[in-house]
T-cell receptor, first 118, second 114 residues
Framework: DTEVTQTPKHLVMGMTNKKSLKCEQHMGHRAMYWYKQKAKKPPELMFVYSYEKLSINESVPSRFSPECPNSSLLNLHLHALQPEDSALYLC?????????????????FGPGTRLTVL | KNQVEQSPQSLIILEGKNCTLQCNYTVSPFSNLRWYKQDTGRGPVSLTIMTFSENTKSNGRYTATLDADTKQSSLHITASQLSDSASYICVVSYRGSTLGRLYFGRGTQLTVWP
């Protein structure tokens, strides 16, 4: 299995809702990533998990809460979002953890979740 | 400052024609460069990946080149098809990265017309 899957594909939520995005991979990758991508812009890194531990938080607002229950799963919990948080949220995974310094850690991306905040 | 610049920003070609997309980067020390294809509303899909020692790599109708001295890369698409319409993103990572960071270009939006 060489896929990264994400659910749901689309999500519409109000500013007072609580929702979660899910990401799963079965490639044995030990690093997983969340990106936010606005239209016509490159993806922006939000969080990185390495060996199920949060390694990078790119100063993301606390209304986004990541969780890595195990090496195959990555969640992004959403609460009290703003309309400007509407974007495509991409999950990615890579074969090597952050201890690798070769840089040759190709990231495999999921199809994304299109989030709309009303 | 580590940056990745792509040109053109957008491109329209007729089906069956060839095209070349450009990528210039300042990421150093360089590890590898990837070209991704991203359909609207979908995740990026890797087309090619090249390390410092590689100067050309093909994947079907896609051929990528890399000049590590001038820090330039190109992606050549031959015999374009309607399904090639997408954003093509140049992504560079640097040796010594302990952060899993990638440097993304803004992409070239390719439209293939029948």
């Amino acid at each position: 299995d060489t896929e990264v899957t994400q659910t749901p594909k689309h999500l519409v939520m109000g500013m007072t809702n609580k929702k979660s995005l899910k990401c799963e991979q079965h490639m044995g990758h030990r690093a997983m990533y969340w990106y936010k991508q606005k239209a016509k812009k490159p993806p922006e890194l939000m969080f990185v998990y390495s060996y199920e531990k949060l390694s990078i938080n790119e100063s993301v607002p606390s209304r986004f809460s990541p969780e890595c229950p195990n090496s195959s799963l990555l969640n992004l919990h959403l609460h009290a979002l703003q309309p400007e948080d509407s974007a495509l949220y991409l999950c990615a995974s890579s074969q090597v953890g952050l201890a690798d310094t070769s840089g040759y850690n190709e990231q495999f991306f999921g199809p994304g979740t299109r989030l709309t905040v009303l | 400052k580590n940056q990745v610049e792509q040109s053109p920003q957008s491109l329209i070609i007729l089906e069956g024609k060839n095209c070349t997309l450009q990528c210039n980067y300042t990421v150093s020390p360089f590890s590898n460069l990837r070209w991704y294809k991203q359909d609207t509303g979908r995740g990026p899909v890797s087309l090619t990946i090249m390390t410092f020692s590689e100067n050309t790599k093909s994947n079907g109708r896609y051929t990528a080149t890399l000049d590590a001295d001038t820090k330039q890369s190109s992606l050549h698409i031959t015999a374009s098809q309607l399904s090639d319409s997408a954003s093509y993103i140049c992504v560079v990572s640097y040796r010594g990265s302990t952060l899993g960071r990638l440097y993304f270009g803004r992409g070239t939006q390719l439209t293939v017309w029948p």
